[in-house]
């Protein structure tokens, strides 16, 4: 290891730490002046207290990936401007899952006191069907995105500090695992926030770099001109061959995924649920919009104008693309401050998903169908809010949250330690799953009364399989991705299955999610 290798090193490790600590200090203070509120509410919720700024920052880490610091703007390297387009409709992602689903879901979860996304369909349908598929779908598609993240870090460590992948993974996930299971989520919404403004930082000094190596706008354009003809959204190239950006199905389908899709992603539905109030929430729909389209505009542009600095090897695996230009073209603090922002992006995805998925195992799954009753009936004192939850039981929950979230953690690090290996296509494939899992659920349960436990039952199993038939056949009807055809086919079974119930709709339901 050099002495740049030996300063980004030392940048990371010091990076990383801060926010340990940061997030586990505020997690603690937060508890402190939140007692009354219980473990459960200040651990899985930070006691709904986030204001506009943080829960921008929060939603945007949360939604921000490895993927989108390393493998979309690796793609831009060759594909040119076109992924640049392309990955401009995520620009709306925070306005549209604020707008759509934030304000009327953190009502609801404050009115039935849910800390998870399937407290809230729990609530809704009314059905331990609807509650245990989810869970495990939730879970099972989480540790697949998780495993994306724990390659991302480790292989952006490795890349650039010359420490072995082994190595590397255990130094991110022991920081990302002890952060997060000590902290619960007011941990998770700090780092965040510091994660937000440090990706955003970072893509302007990838930029700068970028086209100071490059010589300038002018010298990058002739560059790609004779090199990659098409790169300016004309659709062939050198490099890119036939762009498949271009063809109608392939656009529509990404729109689908990392667009509208988004709604049913439960990381950051969950979000809507810990905002401090409806100004906070207008707040956040603002500042996520242009903090988002910072990043994955300048990302992806960054990403195509650094092809004259590449070659063949580099372009032949996305995920290396921007780890070389880094290493090689940024003096050794830009480097360490740059790569704070993919890491800072990976943290924030992977500690949400951890969160999220040991309260649904915990709460939605332990304490509701095994745990004994005495267990449940402290839980349900808290929520409630009706008696006090015993001394002894308070202890039990929050060292089995502990134990269950490094547990999570554990296994993910050892699936990692040999992950499948384009980064970006591991991480669409989770958010698709998700989303063929939650999105009529989520929509069709908010907006549309007659949704009942059979309509949400017949959605995940009809959208999950034909996602994943799809998906594992590579059967891609006019290019289109199996996310459309899983959430096409996921709504007509869950408004079908609607209609044929003659039902009245449940007082309680009506009364609590209405």
Not at 34 to 41: H, K, P, R, T, V
Not at 159 to 166: A, E, H, K, R
Not at 211 to 234: H, K, S, T, V, Y
Request: proline letters at 3%; aromatic letters at 10%; a neutral charge.
């Amino acid at each position: 290891m050099n002495s740049n290798q030996i300063t980004i090193l030392a940048i990371l490790i010091i990076y990383m730490a801060a926010n340990a600590i940061i997030g586990v200090w505020m997690s603690h203070q937060s508890a402190k002046q939140n007692a009354d509120s219980g473990f459960l509410q200040n651990y899985f919720m930070g006691s709904r207290g986030m204001g506009g700024i943080v829960l921008a920052m929060t939603l945007i880490a949360t939604y921000t990936s490895a993927s989108s610091f390393l493998g979309g703007p690796g793609l831009a390297a060759s594909w040119g401007l076109t992924q640049s387009w392309v990955a401009a409709i995520q620009i709306g992602t925070a306005f549209l899952t604020l707008g759509v689903i934030g304000k009327k879901l953190g009502i609801i979860s404050r009115r039935i006191k849910a800390v998870t996304i399937s407290d809230y369909l729990n609530a809704r349908y009314k059905s331990p069907a609807v509650t245990i598929l989810c869970s495990l779908m939730l879970v099972v598609f989480f540790i697949t995105q998780m495993i994306a993240q724990f390659k991302g870090g480790a292989t952006l460590i490795q890349s650039v500090t010359g420490l072995s992948y082994i190595s590397a993974l255990i130094l991110f996930s022991a920081i990302v695992i002890i952060y997060t299971s000590i902290g619960g989520f007011k941990a998770v919404v700090i780092t965040d926030t510091i994660q937000g403004f440090i990706m955003a930082c970072g893509t302007f000094l990838l930029l700068f770099f970028v086209i100071r190596a490059g010589g300038g706008m002018e010298n990058i354009i002739d560059f790609n001109n004779a090199n990659n003809p098409g790169w300016d959204l004309m659709g062939k190239g050198e490099y890119g061959t036939e762009i498949p950006a271009l063809r109608p199905g392939y656009l529509i389908s990404f729109w689908v995924l990392v667009g509208v899709g988004v709604l049913g992603l439960p990381q950051t539905a969950v979000r809507s649920m810990g905002f401090k109030d409806t100004e906070s929430l207008h707040k956040a729909m603002l500042w996520g919009t242009v903090v988002v389209g910072i990043l994955m505009i300048g990302m992806h542009f960054a990403g195509t104008l650094a092809l004259p600095l590449v070659g063949e090897e580099q372009l032949a695996n996305t995920d290396s693309v921007i780890p070389y230009v880094v290493n090689k073209y940024m003096p050794p603090w830009a480097a360490g401050l740059f790569l704070a922002a993919p890491l800072a992006a990976v943290m924030s995805t992977v500690d949400s998903l951890l969160i999220l998925a040991s309260a649904t195992l915990l709460k939605n799954l332990y304490v509701t169908f095994i745990a004994k009753k005495n267990v449940v009936d402290a839980v349900r004192a808290d929520v409630n809010e009706d008696m006090e939850i015993a001394e002894s039981t308070e202890k039990k929950m929050k060292y089995g949250s502990f134990a269950l979230t490094i547990a999570l953690g554990l296994i993910v690090f050892l699936l990692a330690m040999n992950p499948p290996s384009v980064l970006v296509w591991i991480n669409l494939f989770a958010m698709g799953g998700l989303e063929a899992t939650f999105f009529w659920p989520l929509i069709g349960g908010l907006y549309w009364k007659r949704g009942n436990a059979a309509c949400c039952i017949a959605s995940i199993l009809c959208g999950v399989a034909t996602f994943v038939f799809f998906n594992l056949n590579k059967i891609a009807p006019f290019g289109i991705h199996e996310i459309v055809l899983g959430l096409a086919v996921g709504g007509i079974a869950y408004f079908a299955v609607g209609m044929l119930n003659k039902k009245d709709p449940d007082p309680d339901v009506l009364k609590n999610c209405f």
